[in-house]
């Protein structure tokens, strides 16, 4: 134990030499919630920091009968999508339950909560009956020809739902792992609320089991946009584990068990976590069971679940999985998936390599790689290289967080941000007015949309910070969501790290690990 805790502050004093400190992880912990306060839709609350943004989307669900305001934007436009929205909450929730001391430490707990319930609250909304969930608001189509402020929308605020006839087992189990990871976060601070979540995630859960389907193939109008091509049984799974972190309940993890091979959740090995597909963050959650004694009968599956997460972490690591595969890296050293927002996936795995990290070192055990063993410093090395990467060192030398540092994008792709705020010039600025004056110029974007990350750079680290290379310049929620809890781990090591330094008997600091 002694050697161990020894051998841990060795390497974070490695990891946090002088030249890496140059990164301020208080800082872009602080910007990336903000980013979430520059997506709300609805009327905004008087603590609003965001200023440059206003009310929108006040009608939403009226046509059909139904109040739908609130919510986030997923993106550079104006859609509530459903899906992604649920898995940005999700995410936001697993990392303030991983890092919630450490967010408190920042001065940053009641903005991680009011991020989290400002999606909760919407999701509550949605969620009208039982067996109805309402999916999104507003459709691509008519949304990306028009290039206007959130606060002038004319649009079409169409709702669309999920129910018996038309089911969604993708969505409604997202939102189900939302809403249950949401119930843990508020259980101290408001078990009402955590109470009703946590109904809501059950009835949900149990609405995407029994009417399967997807829910693509029941609205067309997502397509394309959402598409979900990994299908929902990933999300039922997803759901079901979620359901019984927060419940406690045998039958959840029954479900997890039993249907491990039929859904794909022992069989599937992938290299992508994301919106679209979660087996990664089931497989690592099931390997984490793993050292419980209560989970002992389940040992078998559990371990070829976990066989599967140390596939994607292995070939991540480029450490080599069982089919000696890796990711690319670009020769700036970036996980490469794919040429469109890349930086989706870079952000989720060192979401994901943050907490296998702490996971093998509070059970003292080491990866296994084909390349060999992989210890736990090893893990967190590398989430803080691609963590790093994000906030300047690369070879652009750009942040692609925006407002991180001096060298960001500063052309990205969001309407709002790209013409004059709403609070300064309340003069109408129609649909096809935004694209004539505003999309198409030279001039940075006259709105900060501080936190947000952008799409990212290509294979060759390569990046052009131009409003039409929307590959590049888009920020998602998603992409940020994941970045919050693993921030706030970086800046409470490295602060550690400093404490510790000249100090090397700290029993106290220690024992806070
Ligand atoms: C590994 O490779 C084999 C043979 O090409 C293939 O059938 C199998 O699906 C691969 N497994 C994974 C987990 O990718
Ligand atoms: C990035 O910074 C390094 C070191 O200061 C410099 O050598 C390099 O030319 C810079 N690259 C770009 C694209 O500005």
Not at 136 to 159: I, L, N
Request: glycine residues 8%.
């Amino acid at each position: 134990m002694e050697n161990r805790i020894a051998l841990f502050f060795f390497t974070l004093l490695t990891f946090f030499t002088p030249k890496s400190l140059a990164f301020d992880y208080a800082d872009a912990l602080t910007k990336s919630l903000l980013y979430f306060e520059s997506q709300r839709s609805g009327r905004l609350p008087y603590n609003q920091r965001i200023s440059w943004r206003d009310h929108s989307g006040l009608t939403d669900g009226l046509e059909q009968g139904v109040d739908l305001v609130g919510g986030y934007y997923d993106a550079g436009d104006h859609v509530k999508f459903g899906l992604p929205m649920a898995f940005t909450v999700t995410m936001l929730s697993w990392g303030v339950l991983e890092s919630r001391q450490q967010i408190a430490a920042a001065g940053e707990l009641e903005h991680a909560l009011e991020a989290i319930k400002w999606g909760t609250d919407y999701f509550i909304k949605a969620h009208t009956s039982p067996n109805v969930l309402w999916a999104e608001v507003g459709d691509g189509d008519t949304d990306h020809y028009c290039w206007q402020r959130p606060e002038d929308m004319t649009t079409s605020r169409r709702a669309y739902r999920i129910d018996e006839n038309n089911p969604g087992s993708d969505l409604a189990g997202e939102t189900a792992a939302a809403m249950a990871a949401a119930s843990m976060v508020f259980k101290s601070t408001n078990r009402h609320y955590s109470h009703l979540l946590l109904h809501h995630a059950q009835q949900l859960f149990e609405f995407g089991d029994k009417y399967r389907g997807k829910y693509d193939s029941s609205l067309g109008v997502v397509k394309g946009y959402y598409t979900s091509v990994s299908g929902f049984m990933d999300e039922l799974l997803w759901g079901a584990m979620w359901l019984y972190r927060a419940t406690d309940n045998e039958k959840y993890l029954k479900y997890v068990i039993e249907n491990a091979h039929g859904f794909g959740g022992i069989g599937w090995a992938i290299t992508e976590f994301s919106w679209d597909v979660k087996y990664a963050g089931i497989q690592i959650m099931a390997s984490k069971l793993l050292g419980e004694a209560k989970h002992k009968q389940h040992s078998q599956t559990l371990l070829q679940y976990r066989s599967k997460a140390e596939f994607y972490l292995c070939s991540i690591l480029n450490k080599h999985n069982s089919n000696n595969t890796n990711v690319v890296h670009t020769p700036g050293g970036l996980i490469y998936i794919r040429e469109w927002n890349n930086m989706q996936h870079v952000s989720t795995a060192a979401f994901l390599l943050t907490f296998y990290s702490d996971f093998l070192r509070e059970s003292n055990q080491n990866l296994n790689c084909r390349e060999g063993t992989v210890r736990h410093e090893e893990l967190l090395r590398f989430a803080k290289s691609q963590v790093d990467y994000i906030l300047g060192s690369n070879p652009m030398n750009m942040s692609y967080m925006v407002g991180y540092g001096s060298n960001y994008p500063k052309r990205v792709h969001h309407r709002g941000a790209s013409i004059v705020s709403y609070r300064e010039n309340k003069g109408f600025i129609g649909c096809t007015q935004g694209y004539d004056n505003w999309y198409g110029r030279q001039d940075p974007n006259p709105n900060l949309l501080v936190g947000a990350l952008v799409g990212g750079p290509d294979f060759e680290d390569k990046f052009v910070d131009s409003r039409e290379n929307f590959m590049q310049t888009e920020a998602c929620t998603y992409n940020t969501a994941p970045l919050v809890g693993v921030f706030a781990k970086l800046l409470a090591l490295e602060e550690q790290s400093q404490s510790h330094d000249g100090d090397d008997d700290d029993q106290q600091l220690v024992a806070s690990f």
